[in-house]
């Protein structure tokens, strides 16, 4: 069986190479000049490959990580092959760099359902198979494969990351992690997720050996009470837990490199006065707590095969039915949120370059009230969001949460390239779908990436004061 499902595997992994490399072909001959952000990346980049290290342009925000994989990559192929002139380190050449993040993401993909599904292992080959062929095609990422951006290596670094901290090996973890860094300063919140599964393990069990000793099976660690009572048993037993020195030096040395990296980047901060390296003027951050229900939408949208079912409603109108004053409460913070925390990046106004632009201009432009009438549906993306992590554990599922805010909240601008790392975290630990529903899936994905290539293609249009040709995308 392992056999057939290595075999079933490779032939995936070709077919899905061969393919991206066809689109990839055809991307590049439509558009040969770098487009977008690709303006700042390509010429840093090729700065790199012609040995100039020193000179930084001030335009870019995220550290060196890309050019310098792609300059690692290139210079010893360059070296092997002979070549020379114009084709060295050329926007195609530098674009082929992100399809091969692509190989080892599906790889990464395919490793981390293995391991995360461990006790299925023995039925679940055609459909672990799938989830990553599938994960691996997810529309916002896969179509950023055909660029010069940082997206499919900070989403590979990412991974990678996460794969040492499941398999124990946390010095490896902290260096990749370091790396992910180096692609995406905001990376680092997951890092600290990485440590984070550490400390929520412990955590939980301790917390089920206190509750086993008191036997409370009510309170097991895999349900999240959803009442004031056991929001404060978790506060008080979280805070006894993190004072408590026998406890904080067992975590310690299992997860030190994490806690090193950590200190590197609070260095890294202070020496930087911020995050952002370069431009600061369109990179502030803020509390904008309406960013969670946009993905919470944006997970139910693109999830909708895997995670939604008739039974699933039925559950959720019943938890509306047992406790409305929760959903009530939970409403009126909502509305205030809305009401009180929504910013709109200038970017998000202007650029019509984007699929969020449209989605802003026909959706929540339309009237005023638009952003609080989507409420509801808000709060029962939120819900399906949270139902699908039933079986994970208490605290692992508090851990998620606090990243996934970390990661969302403080971003002014509605940018859908946010949502990779954190979609594909929520979508790796659902419990694995029945083959069907990952058919519908991949229909899904495969529709939504002929559908958006196509218009970056074919929809060309030019601003009144340009003869630039400008492209659709996310």
Partial sequence: MEKFEGYMFTALCSTNFLISCLLFSRVTREQREPYMDEIFHVPQAQKYCQGKFNEWDPMITTLPGLYLVSVGVIKPVVWLTELTGEVVCSTAMLRF???????????????????????????TTSRRVLSALSLSTFPVLYFFNFLYYTDAGSTFFILFTYLMTLYGCHKASALLGVCSVLFRQTNIIWVAFCAATLVAGKMDDTWRVEHTKKRDEKSAPSQIPLSFSGAKRIL????????SPNHIKAVLLVAWPYALVGIGFLVFVALNDGIVVGDRTSHEACLNFPQLFYFFSFSLFFSLPVSLCYH???????????????????TGISLLLVWKFTFVHKYLLADNRHFPFYVWKKLFQRHELVRFLLIPPYIFAGWNFL??????????????????VAATVPQKLLEFRYFIVPYLMYRLHMPLPSLPRL????????????????????????????????????
């Fill in 312 to 330: 699933r409603v039925l559950r959720f109108l019943q938890a509306l039915k047992k406790q409305p004053l929760f959903f009530l409460l939970v």
């Fill in 387 to 404: 139902d699908s992590f039933k079986s994970r554990s208490l605290f692992w599922s508090l851990a998620f949460l606090a990243c996934l």
């Fill in 439 to 474: 058919i519908g899936e991949f229909l899904l994905y495969t529709a939504v990436n002929v559908a958006t290539i196509y218009i970056f293609i074919a929809k060309t249009f030019h601003w009144p004061d340009s003869t630039a040709t400008q492209r659709f995308m996310w």
């Fill in 97 to 123: 760099i992100n399809l091969l993040f692509n190989c080892g993401n599906l790889y990464l993909i395919y490793l981390l359902l293995c391991k995360l599904h461990l006790r299925e292992k023995t039925r």
């Fill in 236 to 243: 008080l037993f979280t805070l006894e837990f993190l004072t």
